[in-house]
């Protein structure tokens, strides 16, 4: 199973304050040619991922005050990479964090890339070469997602991690196993102290019978607990999941948020914001069947921040059939939802404020860009 390492960042967040993340529900195309991505999707997928990370370089209205920007798995072309990186770097504000899917890739171009980046993934680069020196895996195929950390200072940081889940078709009976990535980072901010970690889809939920990976989170978010009273206070898991809300995940976060066996202050307070591709996705996914779904990001809160349940136009508020959450929970369209992650630690809770608000929820244009929804806030029923 994997290894949990923590990466000490310069993140200068604002004291009394809450942050703010935006869910990039993008549709994902993921059709390939003798396992070659076909030239139009890579060049239309960039231009999607380009058309938000200009958005948010525009520092429009509340944007500037943007923290934390996820895209769903396996979304980004890794020949744009640098494009990516290069925009961060000229155009992001200070103090932000981006999480991006990245294509797949072998693991002999995989190592490389790791190397680009070695300073900041020596973990990884050793765990990449002892595998390498165990077996011939080097063109096992490796979904991993890269983390850009843009700190206080100005200095761009990128983080790299694999899935660990081994599996390209988790539901097929072929023998395409992806590479099992063994490092996962946990990012220790300061001079605030908001700690965050991202995991890539079924990550979230696999577990041998010697280990679970989200145990190992768990256990890892006690011991920053009992060692600095500290929390793991975001988790993002990025996903190309046509059953975001099967029964499996929904199960893990009973178990995560529920303390059923033994108390876990280390997440109590965690935040876990789930980025899945949006419903469009099925248009470029000949083979998947009726009831894939796609879409449906969320956001859970501990039951114990009182949210009202509620349907709204755009999203609702609800329990998840009865979880010890509070579930922000979108529709599948295509569209970017950017709200406020609640430094809970921060707050009073004799305060009536609402813990989780949603700022604004962009849509896509004919032209390729974004615009503002003007979504309502009474009740009504939708697709959400």
Not at 108 to 119: K, M, T, Y
């Amino acid at each position: 199973m994997f290894q949990i390492v923590d990466k000490k960042v310069f993140l200068d967040y604002p004291l009394g304050h809450h942050l703010h993340c935006m869910i990039s529900q993008i549709p994902n195309d993921l059709r390939v040619i003798d396992n070659q991505v076909e030239e139009d999707a890579i060049a239309a997928k960039w231009a999607l991922i380009k058309s938000v990370m200009n958005l948010v370089a525009t520092r429009a209205g509340n944007l500037k005050k943007l923290h934390f920007l996820l895209f769903p798995e396996a979304t980004l072309p890794t020949c744009h990479l640098d494009d990516a990186l290069a925009l961060i770097e000229q155009s992001f504000c200070t103090n932000t964090v981006t999480m991006l899917g990245m294509e797949h890739l072998r693991l002999s171009l995989f190592q490389g890339v790791v190397e680009r980046f070695a300073d900041d993934n020596q973990e990884l680069l050793q765990s990449i070469v002892d595998d390498l020196d165990s077996a011939d895996i080097a063109d096992l195929h490796v979904n991993w997602a890269v983390i850009v950390v843009k700190e206080g200072s100005g200095r761009v940081r990128v983080f790299l991690q694999a899935k660990s889940h081994p599996f390209v078709g988790e539901e097929s009976l072929d023998h395409r196993d992806l590479y099992h990535g063994k490092v996962f980072p946990l990012f220790r901010s300061y001079p605030t102290g908001f700690n965050f970690m991202a995991m890539i889809c079924f990550d979230y939920i696999y577990r041998t019978i010697y280990q679970s990976n989200i145990n190992t989170v768990i256990q890892h978010a006690n011991e920053l607990f009992f060692s600095t009273r500290q929390h793991l206070d975001f988790l993002a898991v990025l996903e190309c999941n046509p059953k975001p809300e099967h029964d499996t995940f929904r199960d893990v976060i009973n178990g995560f948020y529920g303390e059923y066996l033994a108390a876990a202050p280390g997440v109590r307070d965690t935040i876990t914001a789930f980025c899945n591709s949006s419903g469009q996705t099925r248009d470029y996914l000949p083979h998947v069947s009726a009831e894939d779904t796609f879409g449906y990001s969320s956001v859970m809160i501990h039951k114990k921040y009182r949210m009202a349940c509620e349907q709204l136009n755009d999203f609702k508020i609800d329990d998840f059939s009865g979880l010890p959450i509070r579930r922000l929970r979108f529709g599948c369209e295509t569209r970017l939802y950017y709200f406020n992650l609640p430094v809970f630690y921060e707050f009073d809770l004799r305060s009536t404020r609402m813990p989780l608000k949603v700022h604004s929820i962009f849509e896509s244009t004919a032209q390729g860009g974004w615009q503002l929804v003007n979504f309502s806030p009474n009740p009504a029923s939708s697709s959400v």
